[in-house]
């Protein structure tokens, strides 16, 4: 069974940086298409950017330029690089395992921007 943990969030000033790591433990984890979703609250969950399988990445229109999401099957981990943080960019953010075998959620890890 795949279970996955993120971290990195924190609080960080307007223009700032983070990177967000998440760690599945389990089988399969090459053949998943990994993502980050996040959600701000009285929002619905929405999806920041995923890379699948053969390393092709998407991303919403809002953070492209700004984020980027990197895998490391070696270490079963995908990232979630984010730069320029805006205030609108604060959600808690989830990481996402989606393949044939299993869809699962992390917990989530809190983002704070600002000043």
């Known amino acids: 069974q795949v279970q996955l943990m993120e971290s990195g969030g924190g609080l960080v000033q307007p223009g700032g940086s983070l990177r967000l790591s998440c760690v599945a433990s389990g089988s399969f984890f090459s053949i998943a298409t990994m993502g980050w979703y996040r959600q701000a609250p009285g929002k619905q969950r929405e999806l920041v950017a995923d890379?699948?399988?053969?390393?092709?990445?998407n991303y919403a229109d809002f953070v492209k330029g700004r984020f980027a999401i990197a895998r490391d099957n070696a270490k079963n981990t995908v990232y979630l690089q984010m730069n320029t943080l805006k205030p609108e960019d604060a959600a808690v953010y989830y990481c996402?395992?989606?393949?044939?075998?299993?869809?699962?959620w992390g917990q989530g890890t809190q983002v704070t921007v600002s000043s």
């Open positions: 890379i699948s399988s053969g390393g092709s990445t």
């Open positions: 996402n395992y989606k393949s044939w075998y299993a869809n699962v």
